[in-house]
């Protein structure tokens, strides 16, 4: 079964920092990979996704993520962090036949300071 | 123009008693699902239907029973609610031949008190 593990539950940065969240999965194959972020009260919204070809994919808002298909991992990173940018982050993996639903990590709360 | 709609937005309830919550989406999505988010902001898939057809049904009890009278529709309806039911629903949908990711709705929050 696939599963995905996001190590850390909450992180804190300062504004202007770089940030990178960690995301590693477990399946049999290669998966489809998405990272989605949720606000303070709102819905899951689609940052980014990965099915194949360039392991390093652009998402919205300053965001990409690296896939390492060695590592088994999806972390995210953005290179400057705004206080806007508060907020959980979850990745989340499906199977590439799209018969299996989204599984998502437990996400990681990121707090973005002055 | 909201691609997938949730009513209510917030539902407050006593024990034992029964609520829906309704799941629209405007998208021409094929496939439609509820999710659960717990306190701790876990999200856990509870149903999927594809074109009216349950597809998945996850270890979720007796007295959630979801309906779908058209692929644009997805209810959900809780019998007996009781405490641990507290949560967020999020509605989804997606193609399930062209796996572009999920589109949520804006959750509903459900309190039993």
């Known amino acids: 079964a696939q599963s995905v593990t996001q190590p850390d539950i909450h992180i804190t940065v300062s504004e202007g920092a770089s940030l990178e969240l960690r995301c590693n999965y477990s399946y049999g194959a290669t998966p489809y990979l998405f990272w989605y972020v949720q606000y303070p009260g709102q819905h899951l919204q689609l940052l980014l996704k990965y099915f194949s070809g360039d392991p390093l994919v652009k998402g919205i808002k300053g965001f990409e993520a690296e896939f390492i298909k060695s590592k088994f991992s999806f972390n995210l990173r953005k290179p400057s962090v705004q206080w806007s940018d508060t907020a959980e982050y979850f990745c989340a993996v499906m199977s590439n036949s799209g018969n299996t639903p989204l599984v998502f990590g437990k996400g990681t709360r990121l707090s973005v300071i002055a | 123009d909201t691609a997938v709609s949730q009513t209510p937005k917030y539902l407050v309830t006593q024990m034992g008693n029964d609520k829906s919550i309704k799941c629209e989406q405007n998208l021409g999505h094929d496939t439609m699902y509820w999710y659960k988010q717990d306190s701790k902001k876990f999200l856990k898939i509870m149903f999927s239907y594809n074109n009216k057809e349950l597809i998945i049904n996850e270890t979720v009890p007796n007295r959630f029973s979801p309906k779908s009278p058209d692929k644009a529709h997805l209810n959900l309806h809780i019998n007996s609610l009781e405490l641990g039911d507290s949560a967020v629903y999020f509605c989804?949908?997606?193609?399930?031949?062209?796996?572009?990711?999920?589109?949520f709705g804006s959750g509903t929050r459900l309190t039993v008190v």
């Open positions: 989804a949908s997606s193609l399930l031949t062209v796996s572009y990711g999920y589109t």
